[in-house]
C-alpha cells in the first residue's frame, strides 16, 4: 500500500523560507515520477514542481528561481525548497508520485503552508 507523509509546512513571513518532504513507503521509489502540487483557498490544485526518475525537474513559472524540488532515492523522500517566499504561496501542499506521468497517481494528505505578516 502506498503511503506518502508530507511535512514541514508551517507559518513564514514573506521572503522566509521553508523546506517541505514527503516521505514514501509501499513503492519502488526511484521508480517513480514525484510532484509537488499545492491548492489555495477556492483554487484548483495545480502542479509546483515534479521531478521524474532519472532526475529531470519542472517548475510552474510562479515558483522558477525559488523553489527546488529534489529526491534521495536511499531515504524515499522528495523534497521542495521554498525560498523567497510571498503570501500568494500559501497553499496546502501535496506530494503525488507516479509511476507513468499519465496516471492519476497516489497522493499524501498534505501540510499547510501560510506565508504572513
Known amino acids: 500500500q502506498v503511503q506518502l507523509v508530507e511535512s514541514g509546512g508551517e507559518l513564514v513571513q514573506p521572503g522566509g523560507s521553508l523546506r517541505l518532504s514527503c516521505a514514501a513507503s509501499?513503492?519502488?521509489?526511484?521508480?517513480?515520477?514525484m510532484g509537488w502540487y499545492r491548492q489555495a483557498p477556492g483554487k484548483q490544485r495545480e502542479l509546483v514542481a515534479a521531478?521524474?526518475?532519472?532526475?529531470?525537474?519542472n517548475y510552474a513559472d510562479s515558483v522558477k528561481g525559488r523553489f527546488t524540488i529534489s529526491r534521495d532515492n536511499a531515504k524515499t523522500t522528495m523534497y521542495l525548497q521554498m525560498n523567497s517566499l510571498k503570501p500568494e504561496d500559501k497553499a496546502v501542499y501535496y506530494c503525488?508520485?507516479?509511476?507513468?506521468?499519465?496516471?492519476?497517481?497516489?497522493w499524501g494528505q498534505g501540510t499547510q503552508v501560510t506565508v504572513s505578516s
Open positions: 503525488n508520485a507516479k509511476l507513468r506521468s499519465w496516471h492519476e497517481g497516489s
Open positions: 509501499g513503492i519502488i521509489f526511484r521508480l517513480y515520477q
Open positions: 521531478i521524474t526518475s532519472g532526475g529531470n525537474t
